[in-house]
């Protein structure tokens, strides 16, 4: 099942878990479960999908239960009008705050302006060697793309050279290997927490959360990242 995290009668949004489609592609043919599909059954209704969340990203997904809200959330989507903010753990100490603006290449050769907000909430150095280091050092971050570009955050923090852990192909292969190797984790440890908008119908704020994966808790715990903010 689904974990539902809010819904009404227009909208209706769940905790994506990582390695979950939002629905049917041409890359992953050999797949046969979907969040829209399951959703579908497990609601009773057609859903319409708002915006889209990478394969390997876990979080907030929205869907518009009729065409005609799911325009109106698309519209907010494509002129920045919607807050998105991802909890990231990253490799090295980043910046207390910090801001990535470089444009990206999608995957129709199209370049297009790409901007990109992060704040550390915490830093952690483990007795792990890596590479020629003794040690290993990590951040844990928030991060709000200001555009929506595919694999934004994933490019930005991979060009500022503090990759996502877990990620392929724009992480650290080194990194990759070593949570694999000690902690048998090979989950992309990027997850969209919160999305704030304007509810298409009353024109309330609306702000949508979920809660953390049980696997970035565990590499919390584990790295000692905790944060006060929740």
Same mark, same amino acid.
């Given at each position: 099942m689904l974990e539902i995290i809010y819904q009404d009668k227009y909208l209706v949004a769940i905790n994506k878990p990582n390695g979950l489609l939002v629905h049917r592609s041409s890359i992953a043919a050999n797949t046969d479960e979907y969040a829209l599909q399951l959703l579908r $059954? /497990?609601? &009773?209704? @057609?859903?319409? +999908?708002?915006?889209?969340? $990478?394969r390997k990203t876990s979080g907030v997904l929205l869907f518009a239960l009729t =065409?005609?809200?799911? @325009?109106?959330?698309?519209d907010q989507f494509m002129h920045n009008e919607t807050s998105k903010s991802y909890w990231a753990i990253v490799r090295g100490y980043t910046p207390a705050i910090g801001t990535i603006d470089y444009a990206l290449t999608n995957d129709k050769g199209k370049t297009q302006e790409a901007l990109t907000h992060f704040t550390c909430l915490n830093q952690s150095?483990? =007795?792990?060697a890596s590479g020629k280091f003794p040690t290993s050092r990590y951040s844990l971050l928030e991060v709000k793309p200001i555009t929506g570009r595919m694999h934004q955050i994933r490019k930005h923090l991979a060009h500022i050279f503090h990759p996502i852990? &877990? $990620?392929r192909p724009h992480g650290c292969n080194k990194q990759n290997k070593l949570f694999l190797e000690h902690w048998n984790m090979n989950t992309m440890l990027l997850h969209a927490k919160d999305l704030e908008l304007q509810h298409p119908i009353n024109g309330e704020i609306l702000k949508?959360?979920?809660?953390?994966? +049980?696997?970035?808790?565990?590499? /919390?715990?584990?790295?000692?990242?905790?944060?006060? @903010?929740?």
């Amino acid at each position: 099942m689904l974990e539902i995290i809010y819904q009404d009668k227009y909208l209706v949004a769940i905790n994506k878990p990582n390695g979950l489609l939002v629905h049917r592609s041409s890359i992953a043919a050999n797949t046969d479960e979907y969040a829209l599909q399951l959703l579908r $059954d /497990q609601i &009773g209704l @057609k859903v319409f +999908p708002c915006h889209r969340l $990478d394969r390997k990203t876990s979080g907030v997904l929205l869907f518009a239960l009729t =065409p005609e809200v799911q @325009k109106l959330v698309n519209d907010q989507f494509m002129h920045n009008e919607t807050s998105k903010s991802y909890w990231a753990i990253v490799r090295g100490y980043t910046p207390a705050i910090g801001t990535i603006d470089y444009a990206l290449t999608n995957d129709k050769g199209k370049t297009q302006e790409a901007l990109t907000h992060f704040t550390c909430l915490n830093q952690s150095e483990i =007795p792990i060697a890596s590479g020629k280091f003794p040690t290993s050092r990590y951040s844990l971050l928030e991060v709000k793309p200001i555009t929506g570009r595919m694999h934004q955050i994933r490019k930005h923090l991979a060009h500022i050279f503090h990759p996502i852990i &877990g $990620d392929r192909p724009h992480g650290c292969n080194k990194q990759n290997k070593l949570f694999l190797e000690h902690w048998n984790m090979n989950t992309m440890l990027l997850h969209a927490k919160d999305l704030e908008l304007q509810h298409p119908i009353n024109g309330e704020i609306l702000k949508i959360s979920a809660q953390l994966s +049980p696997e970035f808790l565990r590499m /919390q715990s584990t790295l000692q990242l905790q944060s006060e @903010k929740i």
